[in-house]
């Protein structure tokens, strides 16, 4: 759809590669250039041009594994669904390889083959998004709008994974930066700024249940002398994966019930985590939207932890 789109397959990639630091490159808002590159395991030589074939991943080992699906991505769909509509170059080198293997694709040939020395890890580069669909690019909205659309993936995988280093460039300036060291509180300061944090505050909660396991909500939410006229501030990490919730936004405003005026909202980052086996991902394509088997619970949980 957007460079943003792409964006997001990527960083879920190298995140499911167990990347430790990821660093986002755009140029012109994406259209021209988004580098994405990790220092994850890398893909080994003999697989590079397999991975980029349909419905192949590395996710799934058996079938019941889509009981439980732990990483990000397990479709197999985007890397060539991006090299379809794009020039697509990828370097990459498994630790335990000696070099890093280069490949090349233009109008989804692929037309380079070498090796590279480069250090553990993949660099993944999309050229020239949608150039041969003038009818797609024609949608795009201006740079900015785009690299601001992709900044706020970067910003929720920032959120949703403390622990990795994340760096955004945009047009050569770094607009984004967090340290990686695993605090909530450190990434929220990168990515919200001191004024917002200021204001926030903690939520720690986890408990043991019957039925389904453990439900935990931790993260940070503002006190009510901090609200926004929309709904934008909160965001929710079910399990790591960024989510759209209409039951999670639910639960938080209930738990403000009458603390905030009509019409304005919290802000609220919020993991919540739960028995792999209690959501169901394959709901949408982009798997931001998830639904819940034990909706009640959830609901119940989020709202006490917050009020
Ligand atoms: P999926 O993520 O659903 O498996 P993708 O098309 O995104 O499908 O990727 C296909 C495969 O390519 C992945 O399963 C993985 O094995 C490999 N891959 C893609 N990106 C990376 C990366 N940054 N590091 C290591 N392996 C990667
Ligand atoms: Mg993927």
Redesign the pocket.
């Known amino acids: 759809e957007r460079p943003a789109a792409v964006g997001k ?2 960083v ?3 995140l ?2 167990g ?1 430790r630091t990821i660093s986002v490159e755009l140029r012109a808002g994406g259209a021209q250039l988004i580098r ?1 590159t ?1 220092d ?4 080994p030589e003999e ?1 590079i041009e397999l ?2 074939e349909r419905h ?4 799934l080992t058996s079938f019941d594994d889509l009981e439980r699906v732990a ?10 669904s991006i090299r379809a509509v794009a020039e697509v170059s990828i370097i ?1 080198r498994p630790l335990t390889q000696e070099f890093a293997a280069y490949r090349r694709w233009e109008r989804g040939e692929l037309v380079e083959r070498g090796r590279r020395s480069a250090a553990p ?2 660099q ?1 580069t999309v050229r020239q998004l949608f150039a041969d669909l003038p009818a797609r690019r024609q949608q795009l909205r201006s740079p900015a709008s785009e690299a601001a659309h992709c900044a706020q993936v970067v910003s929720h995988y920032a959120l949703a994974r403390p622990e990795v280093r994340f760096t955004l460039t945009v047009d050569g300036r770094t607009t984004l930066r967090t340290p990686g060291s695993g605090v909530l509180d450190d990434a929220a300061l990168a990515v919200l700024g001191r004024g917002v944090v200021a204001q926030l505050l903690p939520v720690d909660s986890r408990q043991l249940d019957g039925g389904e396991g453990l439900v935990a909500v931790v993260g940070l939410v503002s006190r009510p002398s901090l609200s926004r006229a929309n709904r934008g501030g909160l965001m929710f990490f079910l399990n790591g994966r960024w989510v759209q919730s209409r039951l999670l936004v639910q639960a938080v405003e209930a738990a403000y019930h009458t603390r905030l005026m009509v019409g304005r909202h919290p802000v609220a980052v919020l993991h919540v985590a739960l028995p792999p086996q209690a959501v169901d991902v394959n709901v949408h394509p982009a798997k931001t939207e998830v639904r819940l088997r034990c909706e009640g619970e959830v609901f119940r949980t989020v709202e006490r932890a917050v009020r």
């Open positions: 397959e990527l879920e990639d190298a499911d590669a990347a994405v990790d994850g395991c890398g893909i697989e991975a980029f192949t991943t590395s996710k990483t990000l991505g397990f479709r197999g769909e985007a890397l060539p990459s890890g993949t993944l």
